[in-house]
């Protein structure tokens, strides 16, 4: 199994969708390490470069769990429960998991596909081809070699824009030889959030691995089915937050609304805190708004502070370096559970919030590749360096270069600017990145100053 993983603490889980790979994470996987998460994303089962057995039958549910669970021993052993993301086929994984092993989940935030509990009266194959027909997606994914065939007639770079800039909010229909329903030579814009690079990417897998492995997945909807006879009325019993966004066709599929919006969900999921809709967002909402995902950490925060300090409407904050900008994102995002904050070495500036996607950029044109936020952004190349120098070696030798316009922005008011409720600037002469390890003391008079005022 191909792995993606950046960072260091507690681990979460991230599982990719159909036509997808690990990739579709990439913003993801670098925010959440920087804010003191490991974040791991495999390429699933029939995947780019993890391997896919040829027989159709071995991408059964219980072999799909089968792979996590054996994924989670190997990478978080000294961990009992993950966090785990899911979306698409990586959703309905994450909720086979908590059916399965709901022991190794600690949380899970789902994006696109509801739980849909088995029904023992319906065959879901039946129930797609009732209500849509043959020509429905799933449906003609069912004959071994024959979309695959369609496929490439089209062109894999084709598929794949086509299937990732869809955005009718109605289901996807795949008549024979006529494949989306575009000329062959027409030219299909990508938004935004996509770039030509981000496509070649998933095309150069693709082109080496095939579609077949991923629809294998959808060949296996019926036996899924019979398998999943025992938990036939079991609940998906772990924390879970769903997102979807209101163009996703998962969303506008016939009775979803109402099954989300009038208790089915919450009877199925009874541990579930909260449902996200995103106003004009399609299927593929972690790529489209990757951003937003941070509500992921967030929401851990706020989770935590509501276990230590259940009868305490506000708490005292202090961060450092990452741990800054995490304590910024709570201010921003939940500003009435902050008595007070504390912030140490890294200034709060709307330049360098994760909404500015151009921000590893402009570090790499100020200082160059060597700089080490540059270098530590490919998954795995950073570490692989880093356990040739040593563990011991590496954190004696790693530094916090100082950044150019700081001083400026804190003394010429840029800084009060945006944060008005800024009281106070200390600087500590002769005082290194580390100033909680090297004068922990004179930060404990800090603290109670602060904490004095706002008493």
């Not at 681990?11 to 390490?33: D, E, K, M, V």
């Not at 391997?51 to 549910?61: I, R």
């Not at 190997?74 to 022991?103: M, N, S």
């Not at 062109?155 to 086509?162: A, I, N, S």
Request: a negative charge.
């Amino acid at each position: 199994m191909h792995v993606a993983e950046k960072g260091q603490g507690p681990l979460i889980l991230f599982i990719h969708g159909f036509p997808l790979l690990w990739y579709s994470w990439r913003h993801q996987i670098t925010a959440l390490a920087s804010l003191g998460y490991r974040a791991v994303a495999p390429d699933l089962r029939g995947y780019g470069d993890t391997d896919a057995p040829a027989e159709v039958s071995s991408y059964t549910c219980l072999h799909l769990v089968g792979d996590v669970i054996a994924l989670l021993d190997a990478v978080a052993a000294d961990q009992e429960k993950v966090f785990v993301v899911g979306h698409d086929w990586g959703a309905l994984i994450a909720w086979y998991l908590c059916l399965f092993r709901p022991d190794r989940v600690k949380a899970l935030v789902n994006l696109s596909v509801v739980f849909n509990p088995r029904n023992p009266n319906m065959k879901p194959l039946q129930v797609f081809k009732a209500v849509y027909g043959d020509d429905y997606y799933i449906c003609r994914f069912q004959e071994p070699g024959e979309i695959e065939a369609e496929f490439a007639q089209m062109g894999t770079e084709t598929v794949l824009k086509e299937f990732l800039t869809y955005r009718n909010p109605g289901p996807l229909f795949l008549p024979k030889g006529k494949g989306f329903g575009h000329p062959p030579d027409a030219q299909i814009a990508l938004p935004s959030w996509l770039s030509e690079e981000d496509v070649k990417y998933y095309a150069s897998k693709y082109e080496k691995a095939g579609f077949t492995g991923g629809i294998n997945y959808y060949r296996n909807i019926e036996l899924n089915w019979e398998l999943l006879a025992p938990w036939t009325g079991a609940q998906i019993k772990v924390p879970v937050k769903f997102i979807v966004g209101d163009l996703d066709l998962t969303y506008n599929a016939p009775g979803t609304k109402d099954y989300i919006n009038k208790g089915g969900f919450k009877k199925a999921v009874p541990l579930l805190e909260e449902v996200i809709v995103m106003e004009g967002v399609g299927h593929f909402i972690n790529e489209e708004k990757p951003d937003e995902l941070y509500v992921l950490v967030i929401g851990d925060l706020i989770g935590l502070i509501d276990l230590v300090a259940p009868n305490d409407e506000k708490v005292f904050v202090v961060g450092h370096d990452s741990g800054t900008y995490m304590a910024c994102f709570l201010c921003l995002f939940r500003a009435n559970r902050i008595e007070a904050l504390v912030n140490l070495s890294v200034v709060f500036s709307p330049n360098t919030s994760v909404s500015n996607r151009n921000w590893i950029k402009a570090l790499r044109a100020y200082y160059g590749d060597d700089y080490y936020i540059g270098g530590i952004q490919e998954p795995g190349e950073i570490e692989a360096e880093f356990e040739q120098i040593s563990t011991e070696i590496v954190i004696k030798e790693f530094l916090t270069l100082w950044t150019p316009g700081v001083k400026e922005y804190i003394h010429k008011g840029e800084f009060r600017r945006d944060v008005p409720l800024l009281e106070e600037i200390t600087i500590m002469e002769g005082v290194g990145h580390f100033i909680n390890q090297e004068k922990g003391d004179e930060l404990i008079s800090t603290f109670m100053t602060s904490s004095l005022r706002s008493d």
